[in-house]
T-cell receptor, first 113, second 113 residues
Framework: KAGVTQTPRYLIKTRGQQVTLSCSPI?????VSWYQQTPGQGLQFLFE???????NKGNFPGRFSGRQFSNSRSEMNVSTLELGDSALYLC????????????FGSGTRLTVV | GENVEQHPSTLSVQEGDSAVIKCTYS??????FPWYKQELGKRPQLIID?????GEKKDQRIAVTLNKTAKHFSLHITETQPEDSAVYFC????????????FGTGTKLQVIP
């Protein structure tokens, strides 16, 4: 079956712009989580959505937001981009949540210039 | 909230030797402990996991041990091969699936042929 699909794979934006990233989970998975990965900070949790509801949120500013649709697809939005937002943004899906591990997508590499 | 410490940050071993990576966690309510492998330029992949009702789990050359009293769990790789070279992340999840995801900071394993 298809894995977790993230689009786009690469993105270049300028400071102050906003960006929307998309994630399509594995069919039947209702939990979608987002992570930011940088060389210095490792993997950091952004938020998790389950059945269209944000269930958990990490310690990121309000510029980072997300949503989940009825088909479980999720989007992440970052407004007023800063240079420090340059990172690999990973999405992962799970059938029920954390207790059964996650399947990750390939990520979106965001570069802010 | 949960705090996960992972050691060592880097590890070099000769091909055929064993490698051990250790994680300690703070929340005694954690009961699910997955490990992920991330090869250079690729997505993290779940390689093995363990739940709190089990002390050890093995899958071919990899094993995970859990000591709930001491709040630590370890990844063991035996007969290492060059393809084991990657960054390994641990994770600790409190029960209920409604908690923030907390990853270790990662261990870069290099297997020297």
């Amino acid at each position: 079956k298809a894995g977790v699909t993230q689009t786009p794979r690469y993105l270049i934006k300028t400071r102050g712009q906003q960006v929307t990233l998309s994630c399509s989970p594995i069919s039947g998975h209702r939990s979608v989580s987002w992570y930011q990965q940088t060389p210095g900070q490792g993997l950091q949790f952004l938020f998790e959505y389950f059945s269209e509801t944000q269930r958990n949120k990490g310690n990121f500013p309000g510029r980072f937001s997300g949503r989940q649709f009825s088909n479980s697809r999720s989007e992440m939005n970052v407004s007023t981009l800063e240079l420090g937002d340059s990172a690999l943004y990973l999405c992962a899906s799970s059938a029920t949540g954390h207790l059964y591990g996650y399947t990750f997508g390939s990520g979106t590499r965001l570069t802010v210039v | 909230g949960e705090n996960v410490e992972q050691h060592p940050s880097t590890l070099s071993v000769q091909e055929g030797d064993s490698a051990v990576i250790k994680c300690t966690y703070s929340d005694s309510a954690s009961n699910y402990f997955p490990w992920y492998k991330q090869e250079l330029g690729k997505r993290p992949q779940l390689i093995i996991d363990i739940r709190s009702n089990v002390g050890e789990k093995k899958d071919q050359r990899i094993a995970v041990t859990l000591n709930k009293t001491a709040k630590h769990f370890s990844l063991h790789i035996t007969e290492t091969q060059p393809e084991d070279s990657a960054v390994y992340f641990c994770e600790a999840n409190p029960s209920g699936g409604y908690q923030k995801v907390t990853f270790g900071t990662g261990t870069k394993l290099q297997v020297i042929p």
